[in-house]
């Protein structure tokens, strides 16, 4: 009975996935900050969307971009929200996870040798998993499962070792390791994680098979519009912290915001009045992406990121007097239409010192 009365986080599952370690990352069980909650499994990213949006779900936690294959698409084209379905989601948080990317299947004994007790092929190579790399045999491989998103992190050994295996696009690593899972011939397999393979009972043919080492994935945690405490708690989350009075260069750098604006194409300059704006008042941009907006062919919805917030006093037309309130108020003179989309705690700790480069 307990259970039933913890707020909702609903998620990218089934669990395994990615996205259920990084709920796991933004609500862990055993925290003495965070309050309990249930975490659920959705089937797409929409459906997570749309558990917060209908009040189903108190928070959700979806895939944001990955650092060596970009944004999610699917995300995005709904944070842009082209047939307002989703009017109310804002942006509470964000959770980095690790991304080692694994081959799994069934391991076939006629190419790679039945497994001693010593935990080593029968031909004398370790079974560490590597041993594709070396000149195992995948051919009895003939479809891949995955979420489209990892086919674009694991380039290289597909096209050494897979190349011509059948791709197929499911809704989430872990849904590729159970769809893996059900043929018993072995000649499916997919990219997932270790944590999947011993979800479903497969094994781990090939691992951290991503082209870049310390490859990793931004998750958000997204919240209802005036929906700030979590249920049956006076304590904040760590995800939704109460935001602090100022606005100073040191406290911009431990927020990240995210806002979408349009711009009439036709008018010379019109994207650079705006990027402009933010520039004026020190507001360093992090990121920018596009989309299509739905309106005419080449036109598009522009995601900006920046460091800071809005000051308590701002409102939703950032009429504050912090430095973001201040290029909120201009970017709504310059641009044809613009939507807040949230501010959340930086949980980038090494940010910055080029590793990995």
Not at 38 to 56: K, N, R, W, Y
Not at 184 to 190: H, L, Q, V
């Amino acid at each position: 009975m307990a259970d039933e009365k913890r707020p909702i986080v609903a998620f990218l599952g089934p669990e395994g996935s990615y996205t259920h370690q990084a709920a796991l990352s933004a609500f862990p069980p055993t925290s003495p900050t965070t309050p309990p909650v249930t975490l659920t499994p959705s089937i797409t990213i929409e459906d997570v969307f749309s558990a917060v949006q209908s009040g189903t779900a108190y928070r959700g936690v979806v895939p944001f971009e990955n650092s060596s294959n970009g944004s999610v698409v699917f995300t995005l084209d709904l944070f842009a929200d082209l047939n307002n379905k989703y009017p109310d989601i804002l942006v509470a948080g964000e959770a980095y996870v690790a991304v080692k990317h694994c081959l799994l299947g069934y391991s076939n004994a006629s190419s790679t040798g039945e497994r001693d007790g010593d935990g080593r092929d029968g031909d004398g190579r370790d079974g560490d998993g590597r041993d594709g790399r070396d000149g195992t045999d995948f051919s009895h491989i003939k479809k891949l499962y995955s979420h489209p998103q990892a086919w674009g992190q694991c380039k290289k050994f597909l096209a050494k070792y897979l190349k011509t295996a059948e791709r197929h696009d499911v809704s989430s690593t872990s849904k590729a390791a159970e769809i893996a899972s059900q043929d018993k011939t072995g000649e499916s397999a997919a990219l997932s994680s270790e944590i999947a393979a011993e979800l479903f009972g497969l094994d781990v043919l090939a691992k951290e098979i991503n082209d870049k080492k310390g490859n990793s994935t931004r998750f958000f945690v997204i919240r209802r519009k005036n929906d700030d405490a979590m249920p049956s708690t006076s304590t904040p989350t760590p995800t939704t912290p109460t935001p602090p009075p100022s606005t100073s260069s040191n406290n911009a750098n431990t927020w990240k915001s995210l806002v979408t604006f349009t711009i009439e194409h036709s008018n010379p300059g019109a994207l650079a009045n705006c990027l402009t704006v933010f520039s004026r008042h020190g507001i360093n941009l992090t990121s920018i992406n596009t989309r299509p907006s739905g309106v005419r062919n080449w036109h598009y919805v522009f995601f900006v990121e920046f460091k800071g917030r809005k000051t308590d006093g701002g409102g939703e037309d950032g009429d504050g007097d912090g430095d973001v309130d201040k290029a909120l108020g201009e970017l709504d003179k310059v641009c044809r239409g613009w939507r807040w989309l949230g501010s959340w705690e930086n949980r980038l700790v090494d940010e910055g010192d080029g590793e990995g480069e």
